[in-house]
């Protein structure tokens, strides 16, 4: 990033509740606990500053992410040459903003959820309203921008069966609505449908950052919802490794299989680099176990890309994204 280029973002920021750092390492950002710097890092707590910053990064030709919690991303140690964006404060608020018409005996209620909220607060908060529907995204973590980005999901069911629609920013600081009819949604993916031009959903160049989604939920009794929040909570805890630096699943299942069974199979559970491995307790999480780099999970990321592929002709793809 230019001199001139900084002195602006500074300028730009100086009174929110959060002015730009710059060469800020994203270890401290990833639950990988590992990453390059990026030039840039914000943290974002309105509508208005985030308008205006990224109309600023646009005129600049400055590239951004939102980075959301930090849970499936990995920057190179090579680092990211744009600004990282953190949404917080305003993003992270849930409310109710309609309900509907009874069906089946059964209320609908259309709740908004902040694109920086987390998961974690967003299914607390619907247990506490007996709200049904996102009991499958208990114990992922995340933000909700970052969630609706990938079609997060579990046991069977993705965040995008109870989506109606999107509040987003183009890269010009433009609010629009998107409609989930008017996403492309496949496995650990969201893809904006073209209105005329060949757009990427969150393609920098021609971002959409998600700032809000709407969540069509339906009435149900708060102990039942509670219930099944803490079973696929323990579900998760009894199968997966807790309490190490990872993203969660890395790779994506490939069809008609698993990612985790496959690892396995290939014998490559426990298969170290540096300070980064296989987990033992399931083959689909590679672990940080202390100061292991980017550089070091990407070599056991091909690794294993290359073993099961040896195997199985079968080419693992990341679920974590590599920026």
């Known amino acids: 990033m230019k001199q001139q280029q900084r002195k602006q973002l500074i300028a730009l920021t100086a009174d929110w509740p959060s002015s730009i750092q710059f060469d800020v390492p994203m270890a401290s950002y990833s639950t990988l606990r590992a990453g390059g710097k990026a030039a840039g890092f914000i943290d974002i707590y309105c509508l208005s500053e985030l308008q205006e910053l990224v109309g600023c990064l646009h005129e600049q030709q400055l590239i951004f992410r939102v980075i959301g919690r930090g849970s499936n991303i990995l920057v190179t140690d090579k680092g990211f040459p744009g600004v990282m964006i953190r949404l917080k404060g305003a993003f992270e608020q849930i409310a109710f903003k309609k309900s509907f018409d009874a069906e089946n005996d059964q209320k609908f209620y259309l709740v908004q ?31 909700v921008g970052g969630s609706v980005r990938m079609n997060a999901g579990a046991v069977g069911g993705e965040i995008s069966d109870c989506l109606h629609s999107l509040d987003c920013v183009d890269d010009y600081g433009h609010v629009m609505q998107v409609l989930r009819s008017e996403l492309q949604l496949s496995y650990r993916k969201a893809e904006f449908k073209p209105r ?33 929040c803490a079973a696929f909570l323990a579900q998760r805890k009894e199968r997966q490794p807790t309490g190490v630096a990872s993203a969660g699943s890395f790779f994506k299942n490939p069809p008609h299989d698993a ?15 540096g300070e980064v491995l296989v987990s033992p307790k399931h083959a689909n999480f590679i672990v940080n176990t202390g100061k292991g780099t980017a ?29």
């Not at 985790?260 to 298969?271: S, V, Y």
């Not at 999970?297 to 920026?323: D, G, H, N, S």
């Open 113 to 143: 959820a902040g694109g920086g909220c987390s998961l974690g607060k967003l299914l607390s908060w619907c247990i506490m309203q007996g709200l049904s529907g996102l009991e499958c995204m208990a114990g992922i973590p995340g933000s």
């Open 196 to 228: 005329g031009t060949s757009l990427n959903f969150l393609h920098s160049g021609n971002s959409l950052l998600v700032v809000s989604a709407y969540f069509r939920l339906r009435s149900g009794i708060k102990e039942q919802v509670r219930s099944r």
């Open 259 to 273: 990612a985790g069974r496959l690892i396995e199979a290939a014998g490559l559970k426990g298969r170290c680099c």
């Open 295 to 323: 550089t070091d999970i990407l070599t056991l990321m091909e690794q294993v890309q290359e073993a099961v592929f040896q195997k199985f002709a079968i080419r693992l793809e990341p679920e974590v994204e590599i920026i």
